[in-house]
Antibody, heavy 123, light 106 residues
Framework: QVQLVQSGAEVKKPGASVKVSCKAS????????MHWVRQAPGQGLEWLGIINPSAGSTSYVQKFQGRVTMTRDTSTSTVYMELSSLRSEDTAMYYC????????????????WGQGTLVTVSS | SYELTQPPSASVSPGQTASITCSADKLGEKFASWYQQKPGQSPVLVVYQNNMRPSAIPERFSGSNSGNIATLTISGTQAKDEADYYC?????????FGGGTRLTVL
């Protein structure tokens, strides 16, 4: 069965960086795009960007350009999301989510989600 | 920037039909998907590409998209359908989420 298992909760100080992992299993890793979505406490969903695990290519929302980096390790079927220069507003649950179509024709959708990783930024 | 607008809340009586809207300019020319999120849980896909339903999702969930409005409809609403619902679409190469609608079943 498809599983996306994320790394554990993190507590970071302002200005630091955090790297969250998402290990995929139960399907061919390189056949699906992976997105990162975050949700601040009591708030809605916010998209951070997408990675193509096959090519390693990425696309980030402009708001996070220069602060977010998404990478993958095909040998372990794992994708990573690193966010730098953390501030209190980055406190949120971070999710990875799978998508077979990506931006192609605007048809992409998220059929499986990780369990979430809580990142807390506090001095 | 492109925005998807949802009402913050909606309510429905058990057994009745709930309709949750998502509006944006020419949304009907795009593909809308819907996610259900219960407290403390990850979102779950309930409708994709306007009106397609994943195999594990009950038939009472359906979707439509025309003009400027996409609609998620829940027929015969059950207490367990109480949750937050989010619409999602693509604007070129960017994913957009609606602000979410809290559905109360009372």
């Amino acid at each position: 069965q498809v599983q996306l298992v994320q790394s554990g909760a993190e507590v970071k100080k302002p200005g630091a960086s955090v790297k969250v992992s998402c290990k995929a299993s139960g399907y061919t890793f390189t056949n699906y795009f992976m997105h990162w979505v975050r949700q601040a406490p009591g708030q809605g969903l916010e998209w951070l960007g997408i990675i193509n695990p096959s090519a390693g290519s990425t696309s980030y929302v402009q708001k996070f350009q220069g602060r977010v980096t998404m990478t993958r390790d095909t040998s372990t079927s794992t994708v990573y999301m690193e966010l730098s220069s953390l501030r209190s507003e980055d406190t949120a649950m971070y999710y990875c989510a799978r998508d077979i179509l990506g931006a192609t024709g605007g048809r992409g959708y998220f059929d499986y989600w990780g369990q979430g990783t809580l990142v807390t930024v506090s001095s | 920037s492109y925005e998807l607008t949802q009402p913050p809340s909606a309510s429905v009586s058990p057994g009745q039909t709930a309709s949750i809207t998502c509006s944006a300019d020419k949304l009907g020319e795009k593909f809308a998907s819907w996610y259900q999120q219960k407290p403390g849980q990850s979102p779950v896909l309930v409708v994709y590409q306007n009106n397609m339903r994943p195999s594990a999702i009950p038939e009472r969930f359906s979707g439509s998209n025309s003009g400027n409005i996409a609609t998620l409809t829940i027929s015969g609403t059950q207490a367990k359908d109480e949750a937050d619902y989010y619409c999602q679409a693509w604007d070129s190469t960017t994913v957009i989420f609606g602000g979410g609608t809290r559905l109360t079943v009372l």
